[in-house]
Every structure is written in structure tokens, then in C-alpha cells.
């Protein structure tokens, strides 16, 4: 059985690799479906709030009003150095590769992953004509292609 949980987030970001608008630092609406995998125990499998009450306050304290960044984006040496001498805290959700949909994609469902549920898939809107649809295979694909691509996994600071 598959249940499908819809939560969203407002996070600042930019792909410094793209040499268009978007490597401009601009903002986004994220909307994250989570389509997850479970077992009736009796009348019910999981319960709603189950999900809630562990990925809304995830996504609250690391990801809402945050800045996505890569750790190679020469910005971020610019920001923490900004952090550093006006004792300012900026909320900064860091990457260990660039903030495209597909790498969100592979660090949620690896973070959601890790608070023990099962995703069948994800689903991550970052404007209102782009989703990307996200499955478990290509998230053990993409397990596969980071390993060998030896990037440390992200931390966050804020
Ligand atoms: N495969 C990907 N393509 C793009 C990504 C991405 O993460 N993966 N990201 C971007 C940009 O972040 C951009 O902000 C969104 O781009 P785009 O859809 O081109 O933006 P629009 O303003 O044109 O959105 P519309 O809703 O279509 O007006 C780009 N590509």
C-alpha cells in the first residue's frame, strides 16, 4: 500500500554551474510529495502524523527560509566570511554538489530515508512547470554514481 504526504519549504539558491539566470541567487517555493511504502498492522498502516511530526520540523529547521549551497560555490567562502565578521547567522543548507532538483532530490530522500520510512518515490516541484519525479532505483543508482564521484556527505550549518 502507498501513502502519498505533501509538505513544502522556501529556500534561496543558484546554480553556479549554469551560465544563465540561473546562477543568479533567486528563490524558490519547493513542494515535496513523498509516496511511501507500508504495511497494514491492523486498521491502519502508518499513521499521518507519523510522517508530520518527523520530516515537517526536518524541513522547517533545515531547509525553510534557508540558502541551498554548494561548498564549492566561491559564494560560500564569501558568506561565511560575512558570518564571521558581522556575527550574523544565516541559515545555509550545505551541499556537497551542486543545488539542482535532482541533487535535493537525492539528499531528501536520503535524509527521509534515514528517519526510517520507506519512499517508494519523491516527487519535488521547483517552479510551477518543472517536477521531478525521483524513484527509489535512481536514488540506489545515485548512491552508486556519489560514491564514486567521492563527495563527502553535506552538512548543514545555521
Ligand atoms: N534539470 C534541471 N534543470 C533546471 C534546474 C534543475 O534543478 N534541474 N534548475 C533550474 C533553475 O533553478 C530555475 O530556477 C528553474 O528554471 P526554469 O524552469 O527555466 O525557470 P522558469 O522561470 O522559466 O520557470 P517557468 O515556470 O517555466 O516560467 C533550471 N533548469
Redesign the pocket.
Known sequence: MMIQKQYKFYAA?R?EE?ND??SNL?G?RYGVTCFFEVERTGSLTTLFADFDDSIEPHLKREYDHAMMIHVKDPLYQTLLRHMKETGETLRLKCFSCPT???NLAHQLFTEITEMGFRLNRLEIR?????V?SYTREDWVNDNRYFASYQIPPSESVS
Open positions: 539558491h546554480n549554469l539566470k540561473c533567486h524558490h539542482t532538483v535532482e521547483e517552479t510551477d512547470t518543472s521531478v
